[in-house]
T-cell receptor, first 114, second 116 residues
Framework: NAGVTQTPKFRILKIGQSMTLQCAQDMNHNYMYWYRQDPGMGLKLIYYSVGAGITDKGEVPNGYNVSRSTTEDFPLRLELAAPSQTSVYFC?????????????FGDGTRLSIL | AQSVTQLGSHVSVSEGALVLLRCNYSSSVPPYLFWYVQYPNQGLQLLLKYTSAATLVKGINGFEAEFKKSETSFHLTKPSAHMSDAAEYFCAVTSYSGGGADGLTFGKGTHLIIQP
């Protein structure tokens, strides 16, 4: 019953460093999403994917990249970390049955950039 | 374009009192609406969803919400608050345009405080 697994749970980066946030799911959902959560701002969509090999930008994609080579994995890449990217990042999945399908969230990655 | 407004970033109620968390949405097409709850250091869990089948929706943990098209609202209620209800609550909207794949639009969240 793993569901959506995000690694690492916590990370501190220095400005200009790069890293990849991992997201893996075992629910066989086609749709996957990356959100960032900032205090008092709700969640904002960074990127999403409707299947392997297909990705699209969300509301706040600048400074991030994604890839989707398998149904299970949807990593998020930060190339040049900036203080503005300090946030909590959530990965979510959704069944492809339509907009009435709920999203399932991982426990998040808490990222600080100093 | 769609948006969600949650009135009140913090709501405080006494244990056993009525809980009312407000959510208003804006959508150019008929919406799907969701309430999620987030406990500290955890991800979001689905409380309930509106998908046009019924305007009064019952969810987990005794919560329910009523969809009112004329008021573009989807307020969350619970008759009697419990200490374990203390958490962050998010209202979210999506639409069935694009097959429902293009993600959720979230409100800014309401922090529910339960006083003993």
């Amino acid at each position: 019953n793993a569901g959506v697994t995000q690694t690492p749970k916590f990370r501190i980066l220095k400005i200009g460093q790069s890293m990849t946030l991992q997201c893996a799911q075992d629910m066989n959902h086609n749709y996957m999403y990356w959100y960032r959560q900032d205090p008092g701002m709700g969640l904002k969509l960074i990127y999403y994917s409707v299947g392997a090999g297909i990705t699209d930008k969300g509301e706040v994609p600048n400074g991030y990249n994604v890839s989707r080579s398998t149904t299970e994995d949807f990593p998020l890449r930060l190339e040049l970390a900036a203080p503005s990217q300090t946030s909590v990042y959530f990965c979510a999945t959704q069944n492809a049955g339509g907009g009435n399908q709920p999203q399932h969230f991982g426990d998040g990655t808490r990222l600080s950039i100093l | 374009a769609q948006s969600v407004t949650q009135l009140g970033s913090h709501v405080s109620v006494s244990e056993g009192a009525l809980v009312l968390l407000r959510c208003n949405y804006s959508s150019s097409v008929p919406p799907y609406l969701f309430w999620y709850v987030q406990y500290p250091n955890q991800g979001l869990q689905l409380l309930l969803k509106y998908t046009s089948a019924a305007t009064l929706v019952k969810g987990i943990n005794g919560f329910e919400a009523e969809f009112k098209k004329s008021e573009t609202s989807f307020h969350l209620t619970k008759p009697s608050a419990h200490m374990s209800d203390a958490a962050e609550y998010f209202c979210a909207v999506t639409s069935y345009s694009g097959g429902g794949a293009d993600g959720l639009t979230f409100g800014k969240g309401t922090h529910l405080i339960i006083q003993p």
